[in-house]
T-cell receptor, first 115, second 114 residues
């Protein structure tokens, strides 16, 4: 199916474990983004990527690692999960316009709980 | 620095009433883009509208309308004859030309009471 998907949709893990959240889009969008959503904070950008092999930090990158070897995939890894990383994670993608990214379209989200 | 303020944290109205969600933004750029997204209770984020800074015409889409006023740096969203299905969190967002990112406001939670 066309669109943007995230897996898993729900994940429970323990403190100190490594967790990888997957994001896949079928639009061949240039840009991909990872956000976390927490009560009282809205959506905060973790990392983003303008193209394959190009990534950059967002507002809250500490404790996260990303890679983008293929245009369609943008995995987010928590190398050693902490309770403060319990959140809902959204992936988004957008096309490129001359002046910058176009509208972002979001995946369904991954609810991560770190015990 | 760019900033988006949604001062209304939570609003409740009775079904069929009109409701306006406020969005005030800050930017130093003359070229920028404004967005509204809807997040219903199911959790997904749904794109509603994108408007560039050179287009100040108001937009209407069914019961939804948007009022863009550069003079007050506002991009307000009105739902006419609200319905229970409009209950959601609504986010306003801003992107400056040449920037790779969108900055989101903290959202307004809208409750439509039957």
């Amino acid at each position: 199916d066309a669109g943007i998907t995230q897996s898993p949709r729900y994940k429970i893990t323990e403190t100190g474990r490594q967790v990888t959240l997957m994001c896949h889009q079928t639009w061949s969008h240039s840009y991909m983004f990872w956000y976390r959503q927490d009560l009282g904070h809205g959506l905060r950008l973790i990392y983003y990527s303008a193209a394959a092999d190009i990534t950059d930090k967002g507002e809250v990158p500490d404790g996260y690692v990303v890679s983008r070897s293929k245009t369609e995939n943008f995995p987010l890894t928590l190398e050693s999960a902490t309770r403060s990383q319990t959140s809902v994670y959204f992936c988004a993608s957008s096309d490129f316009l001359a002046g910058g990214p176009d509208t972002q379209y979001f995946g369904p989200g991954t609810r991560l709980t770190v015990l | 620095a760019q900033k988006v303020t949604q001062a209304q944290t939570e609003i409740s109205v009775v079904e069929k009433e009109d409701v306006t969600l406020d969005c005030v933004y800050e930017t130093r750029d003359t070229t920028y883009y404004l967005f509204w997204y809807k997040q219903p209770p199911s959790g997904e984020l749904v794109f509603l509208i994108r408007r560039n800074s050179f287009d100040e015409q108001n937009e209407i889409s069914g019961r939804y309308s948007w009022n863009f006023q550069k003079s007050t740096s506002s991009f307000n969203f009105t739902i006419t004859a609200s319905q229970v299905v409009d209950s959601a969190v609504y986010f306003c967002a801003l992107s400056e030309a040449g920037d790779d990112k969108i900055i989101f406001g903290k959202g307004t939670r809208l409750h439509i009471l039957p």
